[in-house]
């Protein structure tokens, strides 16, 4: 890496850990593309070209899968109108109306099943919760290969939680089989570059990193500077947040009435097949 | 990209999909370093620089996290005693006593709700299904960050699923307080050349990605391709299978008797404080 390139990176530390700073040696491209994420939420008009996708998918698939099961797929939704209704399930936002490609993944279990109806074998196994949570795992594990290699050709992204708002509809606009989930969406385009957002800070490593054992006061510190950091990010960029971090991101937490419908995720669950055992 | 880095990538494309090919004009070190991910099980002695940590960690809180909450963290675990009990809650993995730092990923509520009683405010959202998801997503989309940072910088690693055969006891070894989860593990270190796996192959790209609705039919005739791209992979590897791909995965989910104690994850959550609601 060159001195150049070294400086820039050592920006990047200092935007991702605010005021905090690190010193790092050994830093290449691949991790310069990791920390410069942002969360892109407009696009210029350019279409994605195929092999983008494609390159997307098999850095996607080179991902680890548990017991090389693969229990995960994606749909690629280019259709406006289904568009629209994709972002009217996840709570009316307006970029996955926008983005020329939006793509939601799936932790898939359907494929197992009609592998065992088709061998007749059976498949009890993926009735668990434990079945869930691996497909679960498995298409966040596969949507971040295909995200960073999506940042590495100058695309942008950014994940939609809200598609668990509705997981009844989603399912139904996309033909989803039983026993398939819709674990998030990620539109897709090329970045505005006049709407680029700001590299957000996090958390200190020292409250998220812990060593050999889990210290429950490594946090209580590092709160406090975190909200100092993420009030200068806020100013900064001209953004109105709703109060301190803390208790911005309590208000998320509060109770069933703040999880925007995903309070009804265990039934909706059920509703797709998943048992839940 | 140098025409022999191309000529290389190409070899990647090859291995992860058999017999299949797939032409693409764009591509970069970061898409190579991902396709050419292998599970690595053995290294050498030689230790892991702290600031390489320190990258991966920089680029783990890079990727996104739901609402910013950064719902997760992680253990590194060193210590020889530590890491023999942990080998054994997980299936008795050698590779978890040998390497030298096991990562243990954890969703992590905890901190939230540590937040709430510091600021007296209600914390009920976190007793959702909904919230160990987004938790679970959330440490699942950081650890492949990690993951890619690790093997930019030459080192290796290995995700163990099996660390939620025994939740409670893994709680136990790691100190976690209630509202906590490892939701699985990741051994780390720079891999013996002389025992490095081949590149997995996976299922054509048909059959995950579907375009403006799920095609069930998708997967059918990739299936019997796949069956066969993999048995030539463990031959040429001489590797045993247990049968073909299919027959060998169906044994995997077959009945609570193949989930390796994880059929009981849902009272483990229970136990650990996840309410499920």
């Known amino acids: 890496m060159t001195q150049a390139t070294h400086a820039e990176f050592t920006k990047l530390l200092q935007a991702r850990y605010g005021n905090q700073s690190i010193t790092v040696e050994a830093v290449n491209e691949t991790i310069a593309t990791m920390m410069n994420h942002r969360s892109v939420r407009a696009y ?4 994605i070209p195929s092999d983008a996708l494609e390159l997307m998918m098999a850095a996607a698939q080179s991902a680890s899968t548990s017991s090389n099961l693969q229990t995960w797929s994606v749909v690629a939704v280019t259709d406006p109108e289904s568009k629209e209704r994709l972002s009217q399930f996840a709570g009316n936002q307006a970029w996955i109306r926008n983005c020329p490609v939006f793509l939601v993944w799936l932790a898939d279990l359907a494929r197992m099943e009609s592998l065992g109806q088709k061998r007749n074998l059976p498949t009890e196994g993926l009735n668990y919760v434990e079945m869930l949570m691996m497909a679960t795992i498995d298409s966040a594990l596969a949507a971040q290969n295909a995200a960073i290699a999506a940042e590495s050709l100058g695309l942008g992204v950014v994940y939609i939680g809200g598609i668990r708002n509705q997981p009844e509809e989603v399912a139904k606009e996309l033909g989803l089989p039983p026993k398939i989930f819709a674990t998030f969406g990620m539109c897709l385009g090329y970045p505005e570059p006049t709407k680029l957002s700001g590299i957000r800070p996090r958390l200190a490593q020292s409250a998220i990193l812990h060593h050999e054992k889990y210290d429950p006061t490594a946090f209580e510190s590092a ?3 975190y909200n100092v950091v993420m009030d200068e990010f806020f100013k900064a960029h001209s953004m109105k947040p709703q109060g301190e ?7 998320r937490v509060a109770g069933p009435e703040s999880l925007t419908g995903r309070d009804r995720l265990a039934t909706a669950l059920k509703n797709l097949g998943f048992e839940l055992k």
């Not at 971090?245 to 208000?251: G, M, T, V």
Request: aromatic share 8%; hydrophobic share 35%; glycine share 0%.
């Open 223 to 225: 709160a406090n500077a």
């Open 44 to 47: 210029t008009d350019q279409p």
């Open 245 to 251: 971090w803390d208790a911005h991101s309590l208000k």
